[in-house]
């Protein structure tokens, strides 16, 4: 069993910029962040599996940062640059088994969820 204790949201005028992280107990092959705003689909925002190179969403690239921290088990997410259309509850999420294909983009393709975090971006 993985749990994934997220932290950092909060609320930010535009422009601005949030750090999130989440950290994981357990063994963990992949991490991502997703996010969910309200009325929508949650929907992916960047992956980073060690070794390979991020993968970001098109409506996040250039602003947003995936790193890890392997000793810590832990990943995180710089936002910057933030705008209003950024506002939503992320989450983390942790694939624990090597299936499917990099940079594993679908919901479907993780094992464990974090809570959610809810990061709201004021114009």
């Known amino acids: 069993q993985v749990q994934l204790v997220e932290s950092g949201g909060g609320l930010v005028q535009a422009g601005g910029s949030l750090n999130l992280s989440c950290a994981a107990s357990?063994?963990?092959?992949?991490m991502g962040w997703f996010r969910q705003a309200p009325g929508k689909e949650r929907e992916f925002v960047a992956s980073k599996r060690s070794g390979l190179i991020p993968n970001y969403a098109d409506s996040v690239k250039g602003r947003f940062t995936i790193s890890r921290d392997n000793s810590k088990n832990t990943v995180y997410l710089q936002m910057n640059s933030l705008k209003p259309e950024d506002t939503a509850v992320y989450y983390c999420a942790a694939k624990t088994r090597q299936s499917g294909t990099y940079p594993y983009t679908r919901s479907y393709d993780y094992d464990y969820w974090g809570q959610g975090t809810q990061v709201t971006v004021s114009s």
């Open positions: 357990g063994r963990i092959f992949s």
